[in-house]
Structure formats: structure tokens, C-alpha cells
């Protein structure tokens, strides 16, 4: 039986890296709330937006969660869920932008290994 040939997206999708599939996870599960939102969606037409191509973003987002090991993809839910959509935020000088909160010392910097505030449990990434 022939090997199914992995489509050039999703081969695109498994070289990533998970926080840079996760950065992208945030931004269009963004986008689709806010096209979601009927009075968002009423001031973007108004403003000459067309509002159209949600199941494409929608097929796009399933692509990208199917790149997530199970743990990543529900850590980010339930952050995101917890945090209005907002489960990724900046770690500069070791501080969390989420909360303040001060990551330890001894955190790994491993760019592979995906690294959470243990104050608020968003998913940090480098600025």
C-alpha cells in the first residue's frame, strides 16, 4: 500500500517549532473570535472589510493544533480559556509580562521546550 504524501502545509506546520505553532494557534484563534463577534463584524464591514473565509481560518487552526503534542495544545486552551485568548505572553529579564510574576534562575532555556509562568500558567516566549 502506498505512503500517504504529507501535504506541503502540513509538512510546513511539523518543522516548526511548538511555541512558534502555538504563537500562531493565538493569533488565528484571535482572528476568528473577533470575526465571530456579530458587532466586530458589523464595524469591519462598515469600514469596508469583507468578512468571509472563516472556514478557511477555521481548517488553518485545526492544521495547526494537529502540529501540538496533546499536553502543549491543552496547556494552551486552558490558558487561553482562562485568560481571554490571550495564553502566550513575552518573558523579558526573566519577568513575565503576563502577571510580573519572576521566572526562576534555573528555568531552562531549551528554545524546544515550552516554558510556563508558575504564577499565572501562561505559556512564556523570549522577547
Known amino acids: 500500500m502506498p505512503s500517504r504524501k504529507a501535504e506541503p502545509a502540513e509538512e510546513a506546520i511539523a518543522s516548526r517549532d511548538p511555541l512558534t505553532i502555538l504563537v ?17 463584524a458589523q464595524e469591519s464591514v462598515r469600514m469596508g472589510f469583507k468578512v468571509k473565509g472563516l472556514e478557511g481560518l477555521r481548517e488553518a487552526r485545526q492544521q495547526l493544533a494537529a502540529g501540538l503534542e496533546a499536553r502543549i495544545l491543552r496547556q494552551y486552551e ?12 513575552p518573558l523579558k529579564d526573566r ?33
Open 24 to 40: 500562531l494557534l493565538q493569533d488565528l484563534d484571535l482572528l476568528l473570535r473577533d470575526a465571530a463577534d456579530p458587532s466586530q
Open 78 to 89: 486552558a490558558a487561553a480559556k482562562r485568560y481571554a485568548g490571550r495564553a502566550l505572553v
Open 95 to 127: 519577568i513575565c509580562l503576563g502577571c510580573s510574576g519572576v521566572i526562576p534562575t534555573g528555568a531552562s532555556r531549551d528554545p524546544h521546550r515550552i516554558l510556563t509562568c508558575q504564577s499565572c500558567g501562561r505559556i512564556l516566549y523570549p522577547l
